[in-house]
């Protein structure tokens, strides 16, 4: 019997779309009801930036897919630096207003891509938790958006042919299998619950978490780099 962890590597142009419209209904209300001073907070998971930078970067980055502004250089540290210096002088509103927009249309382009831009999607999803992480909200990397995104995850490794990992969830009634699908190497292993998997491959920290991996490290995991 085939599973849906035996299609992974079929690609859903729609899932970027869907990850980010139910993400964008549990975000936006809550950057709508924090204090100006909240976006001052730093954010843990990227040194030097404070939560209206990390907005300024994913409103920046979704403005780009609207407005298909690829050039050289995109996404580097040195672009985005230039995307939210461009924004300084922008009140909170006005980012969260463009971010609202950006999520709200993004999806439609990142179908069309082909999956170049599905990892920009899981990206800004995991840049949410990071932001509810610096208010201090509980399940920083969970909530409605959780299944949408280790979908999404599985969807971007194989793409990529990351190495094969097999991860059964303790919040998952099926296991998911992601990476590289063509069995040249034995997948790893994964015991444990989403958010940690999440946490893992965007190289975030798990401290304190409960979990198992077996036959990769998990420095080798994190799909964003440094």
């Not at 299609?7 to 209904?25: I, K």
């Not at 204090?35 to 040194?47: K, Q």
């Not at 002088?89 to 927009?101: F, Q, T």
């Not at 439609?108 to 990206?123: H, N």
Request: proline share 7%.
């Amino acid at each position: 019997m085939t599973t849906p962890a035996d299609v992974q590597n079929v690609r859903d142009p729609e899932l970027p779309g869907r990850l980010l419209t139910v993400e964008r209904d549990a975000l936006i209300p809550l950057l709508r009801a924090r204090d100006d001073a909240d976006f001052a907070l730093p954010v843990a998971a990227c040194p030097g930036w404070t939560v209206r930078d990390v907005l300024a970067h994913c409103s920046a980055a979704f403005t780009r897919v609207l407005e298909n502004r690829f050039e050289k250089g995109v996404f580097s540290p040195e672009s985005n630096d230039r995307d939210i210096a461009e924004r300084a002088g922008w009140d909170n509103r006005r980012v969260v207003d463009e971010l609202e927009r950006g999520m709200t249309g993004a999806g439609p382009v990142i179908a069309k891509a082909g999956g170049a831009l599905d990892v920009l999607a899981l990206g800004e999803w995991v840049h949410a938790g990071d932001v509810r992480e610096a208010f201090g909200e509980p399940g920083a990397y969970a909530g409605a958006g959780l299944p949408h995104a280790l979908a999404l995850l599985a969807q971007v490794t194989s793409l990529k042919g990351h190495l094969p990992l097999h991860a059964d969830l303790d919040d998952a009634d099926e296991p998911l299998r992601l990476g590289d699908a063509s069995g040249e190497r034995p997948p790893a292993r994964y015991i444990g619950d989403g958010p940690t998997l999440v946490r893992l491959y965007a190289g975030r920290p798990v401290d304190g978490a409960a979990y198992e991996l077996a036959g990769v490290e998990a420095a080798e995991l994190n799909i964003f780099g440094d």
